[in-house]
């Protein structure tokens, strides 16, 4: 059975990176800002001042990981894969996820080498500043888990998969520490997937040593022939 | 005939972003800091300032033409598209390529909605600073001819299109007035695709009315089976 990949049918699972945007409470306030403009100057073009963490964007192991690999340095395929969205939306925000939470669908419909993207909910609320710091986290027993299935990636529609304020980052280290690279900051258009079955592409800018590094996320259905 | 695409062999067309690398003269000057690293706080993060079109990056249509659309505005999977390497690598750096460069390289191997990738050769002298007012642009007249042939995206391996300080954009506003989008400082590893037909990922981040924005390229290898 032949599978083939709808590009033109392409759904964007990115955040707008734009003045004001929601970011995780300390990081690099963004900017951007019109330094030329074709109506002064003859041409647009913009200073863009952002952090590696900022928007939609991929965390590398050397985030949180010594001696790790950085975004720049794996390769670029890596950032390609088929993906399945877990819904863990009906956990109450500023609670964490559990192995209980993921297991029935994780082993329902992800195999090893996927990506699995975890639909918190959070995502609808992107932009109210109640959540910044009390979104839904993943647990480092459920950070294990999923790493103990050999998926490829974890993603999240929301900040950060490790609780806010943490100490110890633990989901992080779970997955981070078995080469399991993660996606945050996913936008709420990955509700539309939770029962398919997509190809993600989430290839991050090349930030030479990047802990990490912004990408634009999509989703491209995939047609069985 | 079946397609597919050897996503985990893709090579990569980006650029490193890095301080000191080459930009256009004139453009926002990048810098790349990390701010927090694991030795002193737990955890590596990043702040990185950067122009719009620093690095491997697309073009929008609003880069040159009033009400033109910009790179969140576009449907993402406009980014994705077979492509040819038109090889020019024979004109001297400093000169402008001419249809006549182009026609048979084309016509042999170009269809419609293909994305054409201009191989200079100055790729290979990146980081030359010699080079980076004195590149191989594309003349109006190639831009047209390009432009008529009805391709997706014109992709260039240097800094830009244009001649170097040209007082009107000719190739930008030939292109862009068609909405035929750009991909400028493509990387050296384009030479090994001069001879096949690949698919070109050049996914934008998703800047808010961005002119134009960084993106990571890559070829991914097209098997027929």
């Not at 001042?49 to 900022?54: D, P």
């Not at 928007?55 to 949180?64: C, E, K, L, S, Y």
């Not at 986290?137 to 304020?165: C, H, M, N, P, W």
């Not at 945050?184 to 990490?212: T, Y």
């Amino acid at each position: 059975m032949a599978k083939s990949y709808r590009f033109d049918g392409a759904a964007d699972l990115s955040q707008v990176l734009e003045n004001g945007m929601p970011i995780y409470p300390g990081d690099a306030v963004p900017s951007f800002e019109p330094y030329s403009t074709l109506k002064k100057n003859g041409v647009n073009l913009t200073r863009l001042v952002l952090g590696s963490h900022t928007g939609t964007h991929v965390d590398a192991p050397i985030h949180f990981i010594e001696g790790g690999v950085s975004v720049d340095a794996m390769p670029p395929g890596a950032f390609i894969g088929e993906a399945v969205v877990v819904d863990v939306s009906s956990r109450e925000p500023g609670t964490g996820i559990v192995p209980d939470d993921l297991r029935a669908q994780v082993e329902a419909r992800a195999v090893p080498g996927d990506i699995v993207v975890l639909f918190t909910g959070c995502s609808r609320r992107w932009g109210d500043p109640s959540l910044n710091s009390n979104y839904t986290y993943l647990t480092g027993e459920a950070a294990e888990y999923l790493a103990s299935r050999r998926v490829r990636a974890v993603g999240i529609d929301f900040l950060s998969v490790e609780k806010f304020g943490a100490k110890v980052p633990v989901a992080h280290r779970a997955l981070l520490g078995h080469g399991v690279f993660i996606v945050e900051s996913l936008g709420k258009g990955v509700e539309a997937f939770i029962d398919s079955r997509f190809l993600l592409i989430c290839l991050p800018i090349k930030l030479a040593h990047g802990d990490g590094a912004p990408c634009r996320a999509i989703a491209v259905p995939i047609d069985q022939d």
